[in-house]
T-cell receptor, first 108, second 115 residues
Framework: AQRVTQPEKLLSVFKGAPVELKCNYS??????LFWYVQYSRQRLQLLLR??SRESIKGFTADLNKGETSFHLKKPFAQEEDSAMYYC??????????FGEGTQLTVNP | GAVVSQHPSWVICKSGTSVKIECRSL??????MFWYRQFPKQSLMLMAT?????????EQGVEKDKFLINHASLTLSTLTVTSAHPEDSSFYIC???????????FGPGTRLLVL
């Protein structure tokens, strides 16, 4: 069965510092991975997907099949990045399996 | 674009009653909608996949007779929690796939409290 693990429930950094949110997955098929973000009092929204290989709001994520990881990175964190971040794995029929989420707090 | 709404945003009901939650795609047609459940401080758990005009596909462990899903049109899916009990209290979230393959657009969620 597929599984997504986000080892850190809470992550706190200072503004301007680099940030990395970890995500590991287990899946027998070819993985399609996503990062979703939920800002305070807002709905869940897509941040980025690995297949696009894009940078959104300064965030990037690289799929490492050897390490089965899809860590989210940003070189200089901003206060507005404070949010809950979920890593998600897409399986058959576009179904998503979510990790438990990491609450990121960027301190001034 | 690609907005998904849910109604109601919160509901309180007595044990034994049924509650219907609506999920609408406002500006796009959604052939597939998904229903999730989220407990406090936990992740989203997929309950079922809803396809327009066909029966929903439920995840393992989800009672299909307890959680009735109807997807009657390309813009509306409903989740009915039948004979609700306090343990059904949770946050229910729907999502819909739009024109961009693999992208799910999420509703704001419905908080259900069963007394």
């Amino acid at each position: 069965a597929q599984r997504v693990t986000q080892p850190e429930k809470l992550l706190s950094v200072f503004k301007g510092a680099p940030v990395e949110l970890k995500c590991n997955y287990s899946y027998s098929g070819s993985p399609e991975l996503f990062w979703y973000v939920q800002y305070s009092r807002q709905r869940l929204q897509l941040l980025l997907r690995h297949i696009s290989r894009e940078s959104i709001k300064g965030f990037t994520a690289d799929l490492n099949k050897g390490e089965t990881s899809f860590h989210l990175k940003k070189p200089f964190a901003q206060e507005e990045d404070s949010a809950m971040y979920y890593c998600a794995l897409e399986t058959s029929g576009s179904r998503l399996t979510f990790g438990e989420g990491t609450q990121l707090t960027v301190n001034p | 674009g690609a907005v998904v709404s849910q109604h109601p945003s919160w509901v309180i009901c007595k044990s034994g009653t049924s509650v219907k939650i609506e999920c609408r795609s406002l500006d796009f047609q959604a052939t597939t909608m998904f229903w999730y459940r989220q407990f406090p401080k936990q992740s989203l758990m997929l309950m079922a996949t809803s396809n327009e005009g066909s029966k929903a596909t439920y995840e393992q462990g989800v009672e299909k007779d307890k959680f009735l899903i109807n997807h009657a049109s390309l813009t509306l899916s409903t989740l009915t929690v039948t004979s609700a009990h306090p343990e059904d209290s949770s946050f229910y979230i729907c999502s819909a796939t739009g024109t961009t393959a693999g992208t799910q657009y999420f509703g704001p969620g419905t908080r259900l409290l069963v007394l």
